[in-house]
């Protein structure tokens, strides 16, 4: 079994995802002129970066992207899609993401487990008593209404779309499960933000309790995958870039 993975840019790579789904991974780069599959293969798995989910005439690939990640939803593939990812999800199947009216929302914040994630395969083990748990974040967009049929599972204070469910096996997450500090800190560092020093060390700080938080969430899914029917090795679409 392997996992198609979408990165949008060289520093938003697997990081913890890497080690802990467990099974065999083929990165496509698009930013490197790599086009886009059209199957996905046992799994997709796309990523975040700086594009906003509807700057196609900056980031060519993306028409693409969001049709990969709605026929996977479709097809009940196993899916997983992180910040970008997430709200290329949200557009393709139908739900609205725009301009984050609360501003940037950036470091460790402190996430909550609705009801439903009680019972799902992957928010199960975070969800006992409507707990709160500490995930990184790095955006300004927002996944202000999410597609139909949406089964939401974290919300959070300053945005609350943060995880949910599509479909049999397709989930979108608005923060970085896969961050570690170091990668954090390269985001900071590129970005010139105000505080860096003060965020990362935070981030640094909490990175055990990122890894007891995020690491079963990821090893869930690499179940999912296992368990679930053989699909279509990858394939070039055409017309992607």
């Given amino acids: 079994m392997r996992i198609t993975v979408i990165e949008h840019e060289a520093d938003a790579g ?3 995802l890497g080690g802990w789904l467990g099974l065999p991974c083929d990165v496509v780069r698009p930013y490197l002129g790599e086009r886009i599959p059209v199957n996905t293969g046992d799994a997709l798995v796309v990523l975040g970066g700086e594009a906003a989910a509807w700057e196609d ?5 993306l028409p693409a992207t969001r049709e990969l990640l709605r026929r996977a939803a479709t097809d009940g593939t196993p899916t997983l899609a992180v ?3 997430a709200q290329l999800l949200t557009l393709a199947c139908g739900g609205t993401v725009e301009r984050g009216g609360n501003g940037l929302e950036v470091g460790l914040c402190d996430l909550t487990a609705l009801p439903a994630a009680a019972g799902d395969p992957l928010f199960a083990g975070i969800a006992a008593g409507g707990r709160t748990v500490p995930a990184v974040q790095y955006h300004r967009d927002a996944m202000t209404r999410l597609p139909a049929g949406a089964v939401p599972l974290m919300t959070g204070s300053q945005y609350p ?3 949910y469910r599509l479909g049999r096996a397709a989930w979108a997450v608005q923060f970085h499960p896969e961050a570690t500090p170091e990668i954090f800190a390269s985001w900071t ?3 010139g933000l105000e505080g ?4 990362d060390e935070r981030v640094r700080a909490s990175a055990a309790a ?3 938080a995020w690491r079963p969430m990821a090893e869930a899914f690499t179940e999912v995958v296992r368990t679930a029917p053989s699909r279509v090795p990858a394939a070039e679409l055409p017309s992607a870039r």
């Fill in 14 to 16: 697997l990081g913890y």
């Fill in 57 to 61: 005439e900056r980031w060519p690939w």
């Fill in 83 to 85: 910040c970008l990812g």
């Fill in 161 to 163: 779309n943060q995880a």
């Fill in 189 to 191: 560092s590129a970005t």
């Fill in 196 to 199: 860096a020093d003060r965020h």
């Fill in 210 to 212: 990122l890894e007891a």
